[in-house]
Nanobody, 119 residues
């Protein structure tokens, strides 16, 4: 199983970006997908997650600005980020809690995509 993230870049404060993360490989089920971020000198933190049952969680700092969604047919999770501010600057990592050929679920990670917000 592989996760391929895309959509990062440089944007001015107040702007928007949309991140995508596609899971591929021998996938039997996806329990949840989501996004973490890590800014320089800080710990990785949860940004948003969505489960197969539709439960959505957001970090308090992004509520009302970011929207997570999932396309189950494409095994792809999206993160629409609006009203970006410099504090959102970080490397964004997608994850998927995915079942493959064997039993159980495993957490897979994408390669990370840089989001930089200029003031």
């Amino acid at each position: 199983v592989q996760l391929q993230a895309s959509g990062g870049g440089l944007v001015q404060a107040g702007g928007s970006l949309r991140l995508s993360c596609a899971a591929s490989g021998s996938i039997s089920s996806i329990n949840a997908m989501g996004w973490y971020r890590q800014a320089p000198g800080k710990q990785r933190e949860l940004v948003a997650s969505i489960t197969s049952r539709g439960r959505i969680d957001y970090a308090d700092s992004v509520k009302g600005r970011f929207t997570i969604s999932i396309d189950n047919a494409k095994n792809t999770v999206y993160l629409q980020m609006n009203s970006l501010n410099p504090e959102d600057t970080a490397v964004y990592y997608c994850h998927g809690d995915i079942g493959g050929l064997g039993p159980g679920l495993y957490r897979y990670w994408g390669q990370g995509t840089q989001v930089t917000v200029s003031s």
